[in-house]
């Protein structure tokens, strides 16, 4: 397993993954994290992961007046994180369609599984589902499983 201590996120076996400690901020009143503050934790490592490819959202965003949007997620809270945990995003791009991008992403403290999503996130334009630009389509297979189909 790499060693994600000293960048925001790095890719290790097909996986990107990016860490996240555990703050008062993040829990509610039992010291248990929020269960809304996971889905930040990995809108966290999705835009991180784009980052690593050298895919700056910014920069979609003002090109092409593309913009991703989660379109639906599949979600399991197996385990509580607690304050002060360290947890890894692991992030891996399952598929690559015309215009969804499909992602498993794991919630882990250590080698115990806390939370699981399956996220399939949309290229939008002008409010209307669109085709993912060809260099931003080449860029996003790089990281994929099953690139396009």
């Known amino acids: 397993m790499s060693d994600v201590s000293h960048a925001p ?21 039992s010291g248990i994290v929020y269960h ?3 889905l930040r934790f990995i809108e966290r490592a999705r835009t991180e992961m784009l980052r690593e490819r050298n895919m ?20 399991e809270f197996l385990r509580p994180a607690r304050m002060d945990d360290l947890l890894i995003v692991e992030t891996k791009a399952v598929k690559i369609g015309a215009a969804v991008l499909e992602l498993d992403q794991i919630v882990r403290r250590d080698a115990d599984i806390l939370f699981t999503a399956r996220v399939f996130i949309a290229a939008v334009s002008n409010g209307k589902p669109c085709r993912l630009p060809k260099l931003l389509r080449e860029k996003l297979s790089s990281i994929a499983e099953n690139p396009a189909s």
Not at 9 to 29: C, I, K, P, Q, W
Not at 62 to 73: C, E, N, Q, Y
């Open 9 to 29: 996120g790095a890719f290790s076996e097909g996986r990107h993954l990016f860490s996240v400690r555990v703050y008062y901020e993040d829990t509610d009143f």
């Open 56 to 75: 700056h959202q910014g920069e979609i965003h003002t090109g092409d007046a593309i913009f991703f949007v989660v379109a639906r997620m599949n979600l």
């Open 36 to 38: 809304a503050n996971y």
